[in-house]
């Protein structure tokens, strides 16, 4: 069966997803079984190794809330569904369980500079005069950053560090604590503090934001790239006191995982 086509005008698709295993159906597999399962991911994965996507990648997780990890972009929606199922059909029936699953696609930040807000923060705090060279030489460099910005906002590729740290959020609406009913400039003013603490982590933090309102009970799914874990920790915590997150954040369950190969994997798990 071939599936309908579903692209973005703008943007693609991204999918985690979590599993433990089953420890006793895989003790009873017959000879063989094992490394079969294990070539057909090792070829799976050399299949989906785009710079953006398609793309697979694979992660053992931190601790007992799952076993293995995987961050899967697609442009399409049915391609996105397609690697859902190949990668489980490289495992022997009921050999995973599905523990935690993420839908989420990526956007570009409605609170993000503007090419209009960058001509008036020259004008007004460099004191730079429109139509002069030195102007138009800044506004030039600054079009080219936003112009990388948004590219790799919408068509990410992240960086093959250690670490990866996967939670999703949402923004309250609790009474006085809405996000939603604040006016747009107010919370473009708050965003505009939230980013500032973030950009203090480049080099120890590399970060996707993807949106999932009306695709999930959560609003975002927010990864974390890092070589060390205390980087999660510390910008987690220092975001804590912003009031964007003080006031207005809520999150779901955090997952902690290393970046591993098939062998890798399979010596941890010990399959």
């Not at 006793?24 to 994965?45: F, H």
């Not at 930040?109 to 800044?138: G, H, V, W």
């Not at 992240?158 to 809405?178: C, I, Q, S, T």
């Not at 970060?207 to 890092?226: F, N, R, Y």
Request: hydrophobic content about 40%; overall charge negative.
């Amino acid at each position: 069966m071939t599936l309908p086509v579903v692209k973005l005008d703008q943007g693609i698709h991204v999918m985690h997803l979590f599993y433990t295993i089953d420890r006793d159906l895989w003790a009873d597999l017959p000879d063989g079984a094992v490394n079969e399962a294990k070539e057909k991911l090792e070829a799976l994965l050399a299949a989906n190794t785009g710079p953006c996507e398609p793309r697979i990648d694979l992660y053992a997780t931190v601790g007992p809330r799952a076993d293995v990890a995987f961050m899967v972009f697609a442009a399409e929606l049915g391609a996105l569904m397609q690697l859902h199922r190949d990668i489980e059909n490289c495992f022997p029936a009921g050999g995973l369980d599905c523990v935690f699953d993420y839908l989420s696609i990526t956007e570009l930040s409605e609170y993000a500079s503007s090419e209009e807000d960058s001509r008036q923060m020259l004008i007004q705090q460099e004191k730079l005069t429109p139509d002069t060279d030195e102007f138009n030489q800044r506004f030039a460099a600054i079009r080219k950053k936003i112009g990388e910005y948004e590219h790799y906002r919408l068509y990410p590729e992240m960086p093959a560090w250690e670490v990866m740290g996967f939670y999703p959020m949402l923004k309250r609406r609790d009474g006085a604590d809405n996000w939603y009913s604040l006016d747009f400039e107010t919370r473009k003013k708050l965003m505009k503090g939230h980013a500032t603490v973030g950009r203090k982590y480049a080099g120890r933090v590399s970060q996707l934001i993807s949106s999932s309102t009306g695709l999930d009970e959560w609003e975002w799914g927010v990864t974390l790239m890092a070589h060390q874990i205390d980087a999660l920790r510390d910008i987690v915590y220092e975001m804590r006191f912003d009031e964007v997150t003080a006031r207005f954040g809520g999150f779901g369950p955090f997952y902690v995982n290393l970046r591993v190969d098939c062998g890798q994997l399979w010596d941890h798990l010990r399959l």
